[in-house]
């Protein structure tokens, strides 16, 4: 087995790249753009020229490389077969294993970049020491993770552990961008908070300090923090919502533990005490006492997370 492997996580803007050894210590990261342009047909080969370009400029043999970890912002089977992933202008299923192998001459693993960064915080973020994890980002949209006896739990063609698109309010108007009414990511994302909370300072005439200046996730939970009455109240429903949903998670999968991230997760422990209320509310009691805590690697757990895919 070789000594180093590569983990690479492709977002619509930029390719994350980690150079790690295969005890998980990253040796090197660095980034470059993702060229969307041309239905994404570049994408590829830059990665596979910058990979290739980082082992000469370090002296490092291929056969010195256990392999290259890759995650998409889209559904991958576990063989590779990636089915479109809108962001990078990939309109046709392929497989992205193979085809990247034929560009570096590396076994390749690849898989969806949500489930690649519960991976990540298993190895090394927030849910070290545990197995049976489910790893909960809260960004622009809702992402999740599963992991189950340490393995990333795809699904059928990789669409498992889109939490963010469990319904969860049958009372909504909005379409959530999936197409559908009432996803969990219309109430407890970044974006999702923000129209919560519009919609109840709409509704009241309470004093709180969100209705001056321009309303973000981070400023309803600094709200929060102060004791701001309208800014719990949001606070509260965003809570209700998200522990429902992971009750319903936790029901089916038993996890050890949910690790939440993304830029939400920011705010820090309050988010987690709002959460825990109403989880343990409606859990069914075998998974009451499933551990809740913050992930860890921040943007880092897509390159963590690519790299274990192929020292597992
Ligand atoms: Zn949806």
Redesign the pocket.
């Known amino acids: 087995m070789g000594k180093y492997c590569f983990g690479i996580d492709v977002g619509g803007t930029t390719v994350k790249l980690g150079l790690f050894d295969v005890s998980g210590n990253v040796l090197d990261k660095w980034e470059i753009p993702t060229v969307t342009a041309n239905k994404g047909s570049a994408i590829l080969p830059d990665i596979a020229e910058s990979v290739l370009q980082k082992m000469e400029d370090k002296n490092i043999k291929k056969i010195d490389i256990a392999g290259v970890g890759i995650g998409v912002p889209g559904p991958v089977e576990s063989s590779g077969m990636v089915h479109r992933a809108a962001n990078l202008g990939w309109d046709t299923n392929f497989n992205i294993k193979n085809d990247l192998e034929n560009l570096i001459g590396i076994p390749v693993k690849a898989g969806n970049d949500a489930n690649i960064a519960a991976l990540g915080e298993m190895w090394k973020g927030g849910g070290q020491g545990h197995k049976n994890l489910v790893a909960v980002t809260l960004g622009t949209g809702v992402g999740g993770g599963i992991i189950v006896n340490g393995t990333i739990l795809t699904g059928a063609i990789g669409a498992a552990g889109e939490i963010?698109?469990i319904h969860i309010e049958d009372n909504e108007t909005e379409k959530?961008?999936?197409?559908?009414y009432g996803?969990?990511?219309?109430y407890t994302s970044a974006t999702g908070i923000v129209r919560l909370a519009n919609r109840i300072l709409d509704a009241c005439d309470t004093s709180s300090v969100l209705r001056n200046g321009e309303v973000t996730s981070k400023t309803v939970f600094d709200a929060v923090k102060t004791g701001d009455e309208v800014a719990m109240e949001i606070a509260d429903q965003f809570g209700k919502y998200l522990g429902k949903g992971l009750a319903i998670i936790a029901s089916v999968l038993n996890p050890e533990i949910f690790v939440i991230g993304g830029g939400v997760s920011k705010a820090g422990d309050v988010i987690l005490k709002y959460i825990d209320k109403y989880y343990k509310t409606y859990v069914f009691h075998g998974s009451k006492d499933v551990l809740f805590t913050l992930a860890t690697l921040g943007n880092d757990a897509g390159i963590y997370g690519a790299a274990k895919l192929v020292i597992e």
């Not at 959530?176 to 559908?180: I, K, L, S």
């Not at 996803?183 to 219309?186: N, T, V």
Request: charged letters at 20%; proline letters at 0%; hydrophobic letters at 10%.
């Open positions: 963010g698109h959530c961008g999936c197409g559908n996803c969990l990511e219309e």
